[in-house]
């Protein structure tokens, strides 16, 4: 990645904020990612980051990963959390999922943030029998400027969607790959094991992890021992660069008990339990706290210097 291009765009406070964050979303290694980063793939954050600012005009986030007949608590809390920020940011939003996903997400939303009913009338159903034909549909008339993939299932070279048992999950869940030629704007994947759509881009960094790789590519990808994580660190660096937080009215343990609520499973135990990837809530907690800590004097000195009319880069300075 280009260094160069990024400390241009970046104050050195939220430069060395990107890096800080980058290394705690991986810190526990706990499916690799840690392992793919130290092992060259770094800067992603950022990238991401400035990629996320700079195209959220009208953003489609895409989730819901199958566990037997439920879907798992990893993804949607994250995608719930960045159309909040991205709401925030006033942007348009569109929240996508198989149709089953969808359904549930719906009657989860209500309850998990303040804004639920609004977010739920922004959801996107999409049909397995329909899929290519809606999401051209989709595309046409939303037309959006960035994607953002959390937490989805991404097909091997094979063309088999597999889940982190090896099991065969195709029928659960959608080709979203048909979905990448036909937008024009940026992608962004959020992934914490191989098996998602976008860790194509870090193909050759898996080849020895015991994982079933995902082939497809995005333009960007942000890794984090869980996914959900990837969105809080990715929020919580935006909220830097705007200089305001953006992770402002989600509450993780709300909305994980709604998800729960509306048939949520935790996707390692599956068990319906207000958890993340079988990690207790109050680790989940703590490493939100961690970013919200890292990021708030960035944020402050954000909107210091903008109140004082230094900011001379302005909106360009993220």
Known sequence: MDNLAFEKGLRPSTA??????????VAGNL??????????????????????LRNAERVAIVSGFPVGDHFETDGPAGAVALANGLEQMGAEVALLGTAPYAEA?????????????QLAARIVPIQKTQCEAQLKE????????????????????????????????????????TLLPLVACPTIAIADGGNELGMGLVGSHLEQLPIACASASTDHLVLADVSNWGAYALLALASACVGR???????LETCLNSLV????????TQCSVATEDGLPLARSES????????????IAERYVSELMGTDNLASGYV
């Open 287 to 298: 490493f939100i706290q961690g970013v919200q800590a890292l990021a708030a004097p960035v």
């Open 261 to 268: 609520e509306a048939g949520f499973v935790d996707g390692v």
């Open 105 to 117: 997400l719906s009657k989860a939303l209500p309850a998990a943030i303040t804004n639920g009913d």
């Open 245 to 251: 937080s953006l992770l402002e009215g989600f509450e």
């Open 31 to 52: 499916r690799g990612m840690g392992t793919v980063r130290d092992s060259g793939y770094r800067g992603f954050l950022r990238d991401s980051v400035q990629a996320f």
């Open 138 to 177: 989709f595309v046409g008339n939303f037309k959006p400027t960035l994607v953002i993939f959390i937490e989805v299932p991404g097909a091997g070279s094979d063309g088999t969607h597999r889940n982190m048992r090896f099991e065969d999950i195709s029928e659960q869940t959608l080709s979203w790959e």
């Open 16 to 25: 060395q904020l990107a890096m800080q964050l980058e290394a705690l979303m």
